[in-house]
């Protein structure tokens, strides 16, 4: 029996996605195509590669601080156990995150074949994609280092290509090539000759080996990131299926992509890479036009989502949050609406929506990094109305769920409930409100707001105070390790 250990590289930001796409509610688990967020989408097909022969354990995930709820809650939607959530405190490339799954995978005297795929990628055809991950993972069994390779359908200058050795056209066997050359992203002639010349692949970074036999190459080929990776993993803490790696032993670690460290390092060495082609209608969604390109369409190629209405449109994308959008006359247009910001781009251009958001990054603007509903372990909150010396919220708290004991320097807060049972700390009282009930909480109180109840609760706050960012918060207790 083949043991295998799935991982899902869930960084990345996907500014091009903006304004559905944010810093603290990135691309790869917002839902753009069917009804599960790209990550639901990406955990589900790796646990679907088990067979008679191939034993797929709960998935390692590779993330940031942030997002670490999120992506365990979204596991639980679709009722898959999280292995482990290797939590890094900044980022420095795939190179150091697969160096940290290797060191884990191999933590109990066990070497499964790992199965590397980023988080933010759609397919079309999964019972294709199974097939071609199955076969790589027999290849990777037997020490084997193998990349899928996705077919390519036209002349794409946004991705590296694979150059396939495929020895006048015959595999090593079948569907199984060796990798003769990484080429970096081609001018639009160039990759009109790949398309034409055949042999070249894109390269869709999923990747399938052995934990020891990445530690082994690179060792060979970018020791220092193994020893710098090797040092943060030492130094690690552990919450349960949460584990950190030394924060400063992580961040001197050089940052390097798989690519780079090692694998265009492989080809004609000790450690060959052979591909296994993917044909299972594969994207990245790395723009809005490649949005929509996968959603379904009218008659008119328009695909709209949410709210909708239009007349003599024709090849727009719409996708509408929290109102009524209205088209009249245009084509070739993406129009992405939130309940705080509006993007309008030609598909021609949506690669340049970046633009918006290094301005929004500049200004240090907060629609760069949140939406105004924002998750958290506990619920979300709801940024409804705001001034310049007061912010309404609407809160929702999951039932058994509580935030953290804290209090704020700069701002006092009124409490009504709405739905539900409210438990409240404030101060050395502890009350219970229900519905139509309130409270006040003075400045520099400490305070919490629980939920005792079984079905969610709901409350409306009125912040009042000369500031109201939500970084005025001094948490002394949480159950979710974020106390100060």
């Not at 290509?161 to 001018?187: C, G, M, R």
């Not at 707001?449 to 918060?473: C, K, R, T």
């Amino acid at each position: 029996m083949i043991q295998v250990t799935p991982v899902i590289l869930c960084g990345g930001s996907g500014t091009r996605l903006w304004p559905l796409s944010r810093t603290g509610f990135p691309k790869q688990f917002l839902c753009l195509t069917g009804n599960e967020s790209l990550f639901q989408q990406a955990a589900q097909r790796l646990a679907a590669l088990c067979n008679d022969s191939i034993q797929v354990a709960a998935p390692v995930i590779v993330s940031g601080e942030d997002h670490r709820f999120l992506a365990s809650e979204q596991l639980r939607e679709v009722g898959i156990a999280l292995g482990t959530a290797l939590l890094e405190p900044t980022g420095r490339n795939t190179a150091p995150a697969l160096t940290l799954v290797a060191l884990a995978a191999l933590q109990d005297g066990q070497d499964p074949v790992l199965v590397v795929t980023p988080a933010d990628q759609t397919i079309a055809n999964p019972a294709a994609f199974t097939v071609a991950v199955q076969q790589a993972i027999t290849q990777a069994e037997q020490g084997n280092i193998v990349i899928l390779g996705v077919t390519p359908d036209k002349p794409e200058t946004g991705y590296g290509y694979i150059k396939a050795e495929t020895s006048e056209s015959l595999p090593l066997q079948a569907n199984i090539y060796t990798v003769k050359a990484f080429v970096e992203k081609p001018n639009l002639q160039t990759a009109q000759q790949y398309l034409s010349e055949g042999g070249y692949y894109w390269n869709a970074g999923m990747f399938v080996l052995k934990a020891s036999v990445w530690l082994a190459a690179i060792e060979q080929f970018a020791p220092t990131i193994l020893q710098a990776t090797r040092t943060a993993w030492a130094a690690r803490k552990e919450d349960g299926a949460f584990v950190r790696p030394g924060k400063a032993e992580f961040e001197a670690i050089p940052s390097e992509s798989v690519d780079y460290a090692v694998m265009e390092h492989c080809p004609g060495s000790a450690f060959p890479i052979q591909m296994v082609p993917l044909d299972a209608g594969w994207n990245d969604l790395g723009a809005w036009d490649a949005v929509w390109q996968v959603q379904p369409k009218d008659a008119q190629g328009n695909a709209h989502v949410g709210d909708v209405l239009h007349t003599d449109s024709h090849n727009t994308l719409v996708h509408a949050s929290s109102r009524l959008v209205a088209l009249v006359g245009v084509s070739d247009l993406v129009v992405v609406e939130t309940a705080d910001a509006v993007l309008v781009t030609s598909k021609s251009r949506s690669q340049d929506v970046k633009h918006i958001v290094n301005q929004l990054t500049t200004q240090k603007r907060e629609e760069q990094t949140l939406h105004r509903k924002v998750h958290r372990p506990w619920g979300w909150y709801d940024s409804i109305d705001e001034g310049s010396r007061f912010k309404v919220k609407r809160i929702q708290v999951k039932p058994k769920a509580s935030l953290s004991l804290q209090k704020h320097h700069h701002r006092a807060e009124h409490w009504i409930v709405v739905t539900g049972t409210a438990e409240i700390t404030n101060g050395d009282k502890v009350l219970t409100l229900t519905e139509n009930q309130s409270t006040y909480i003075p400045l520099g109180e400490e305070h919490r707001l629980a939920n005792p109840g079984s079905i969610p609760l709901e409350i409306i706050e009125v912040q009042s105070g000369s500031y109201l960012g939500e970084d005025d918060i001094v948490r002394f207790e949480d159950t979710y390790g974020r106390a100060n």
